[in-house]
């Protein structure tokens, strides 16, 4: 049990346009999730925190306006990259956690590429 | 500022020797510690936890410590394997966020 996944997996796009992640929880009711930003040889970056119904709580740095969130059900998040840039290519992770003190579960990550 | 940090960027052990995973805290506050697998290309993978009033917990082949005089966290695997070969994270967490705070990685590095 406690399974997330991500989708796509892998996405190219080309600079100026916008790009969906979604994140999904299989087999549980998500809470809370969070998205990662996790660059080459770096650690993972917590960018924002969404919880069901309400608006995305975003980390310091994080342009709301440029990744928007959208906790729309208790399985369901997704990431809206807008206009992108190459500087935005980067692995994406999210996280499911079913109750504030529960374990994260993550996703398998998205790979985003901006030509 | 929060930070969670490890002492060695890469370790490369010989298979079946034991490894030690090193990792140092800042926030005195976190209440709740986790050590993730990370291999190429993938989401973090649980490994095992630890909650601020313990310090030591085993699992399978891992053992974690906790020294919360030092804020030092260490990770410990036995009779390391190839298929250990990954990145290990730490993560601290308070109550009060609920967030998780990544340290740097520790590429850890099999050698058959």
């Known amino acids: 049990g406690a399974v997330v996944s991500q989708h796509p997996s892998r996405v190219i796009c080309k600079s100026g346009t916008s790009v969906k992640i979604e994140c999904r929880s299989l087999?549980?009711?998500?809470?809370?999730m969070f998205w990662y930003r996790q660059f080459p040889k770096q650690s993972l970056m917590l960018m924002a925190t969404?919880?069901?119904?309400?608006?995305?709580?975003?980390e310091q740095g994080v342009e709301k306006d440029k990744f928007l969130i959208n906790h729309a059900s208790l399985t369901l998040s997704t990431l809206t990259v807008t206009s992108a840039h190459p500087e935005d290519s980067s692995f994406y992770i999210c996280?499911?956690?079913?109750?504030?003190?529960?374990?994260?579960?993550f996703g398998p990550g998205t790979r985003l590429t901006v030509t | 500022g929060e930070s969670v940090g490890l002492h060695l960027p890469t370790l490369s052990v010989q298979e079946g020797d034991n490894s030690i995973i090193n990792c140092a805290y800042s926030?005195?506050?976190?209440?709740?510690f986790i050590w993730y697998k990370q291999e190429s290309g993938k989401g973090p993978q649980f490994i095992i936890d630890?909650?601020?009033?313990?310090d030591k917990r085993q699992g399978q082949r891992v053992t974690v410590l906790l020294n919360k005089t030092v804020k030092h966290l260490s990770l410990q695997i036995a009779a390391t394997q190839p298929g250990d070969s990954a990145v290990y994270f730490c993560?601290?967490?308070?109550?009060?966020?609920?967030?998780?705070?990544f340290g740097q990685g520790t590429t850890l590095q099999v050698k058959p």
């Open positions: 996280s499911a956690q079913r109750g504030r003190e529960s374990e994260q579960y």
């Open positions: 087999d549980f009711q998500a809470t809370t």
């Open positions: 969404s919880n069901e119904g309400s608006k995305a709580t975003y």
């Open positions: 926030n005195s506050a976190s209440d709740y």
């Open positions: 630890i909650r601020s009033n313990m």
């Open positions: 993560a601290e967490k308070t109550s009060n966020t609920g967030k998780l705070i």
